[in-house]
């Protein structure tokens, strides 16, 4: 481990990681609501594309410090800084437009779940390039689907529900478990670069490339106004400082520590904090199913770190 590598995680423990990750999930939970509100000016492409930009411009200043400038003068460092920031922008963009595509043809509760699914792609794509994954970080997975569930389809009463969600997948579905599978990239991606090369400069290019992709997008498939953009300013402003600038950020130092399993796991309680935002803004129903679906998602982070446990007690 070089000087720099150290002094990046001479802070970062892995409570303190786990912590960062509760963050993140708790700013995307919230980020629902700003998203709603700027799809009411903005087309969702716009959206991704100038907040990324924006919060890409504020990070800015933090990857230009000394330390950080001194840390990525080795150049394995830096050759890891441009193919982390490269792939992990460019999933942040695809991610986004596989979404927005398959949410033409699907609902909302579909689109929701299945991204979800994320958790599971994410220890399956470690294990296909040799990563250790545990009988407890598979429980632990077994454990958020299930919530997921319970939170996606907290309607359904019976086994013909579900046979009829099942039946009823589309195009639209495909196109929305690709967007999972490639955030699923993304989160791996993230920790094998984040170990490598300064993880605040990474997320500075990722959202560079990442805002800079959805935005030549955007150009070419969306109808971009100014006067949208100006009306949408508030949840833009509100997303790019916290949702990108704060909570990437987050997750690439986190992801220095977490593994990429963990890190899935833990940021999948988004959904969690996304149910509760909804109860205590926009007053929607929270009936016993959903809180299941929490409790269940809560279990899974628990059951996660039971190998981090048992290695600070070894």
Known sequence: MTPASSLLRLHVTPRGANLMLLLCAAIWGVSFLWQTWANEHVAPLTYVGIRCLLGGALTLPLALRPRVRQSLRDPSRRRALWIGGLATGICMACASGFQQTGLKHTTVTNAGFI????????????????????????????????????????????????????QGLNDGDLWILVCAATWAVHVQVVGWASKRTDPVALSVLQFFIGGGLATLF?????????????????????????????????????????????????????????????VWWLGERFDERQAAGCALMLGAALVAQWPHKRAEHG
């Open 115 to 166: 991204t979800g699914l994320y958790v599971v792609f994410v220890p399956f794509f470690g294990a296909l390039v040799g990563q250790r994954i545990g009988v407890p970080a598979w429980l632990a997975v077994l454990l958020a689907i299930a919530g997921l569930f319970l939170l996606s389809f907290h309607h359904a009463t019976t086994a013909n529900d579900f046979a009829e969600f099942v």
């Open 218 to 278: 955007a150009l070419a498939y969306e109808d971009m106004s100014l006067a949208g953009i100006q009306a949408a300013a508030a949840p833009i402003v509100l997303s790019a400082v916290f949702a990108v600038g704060v909570a990437f950020t987050l997750q690439a130092i986190a992801q220095d520590v977490a593994k990429p399993t963990h890190a899935a796991i833990l940021l999948s309680l988004e959904s969690v904090f996304g149910a509760l935002t909804g």
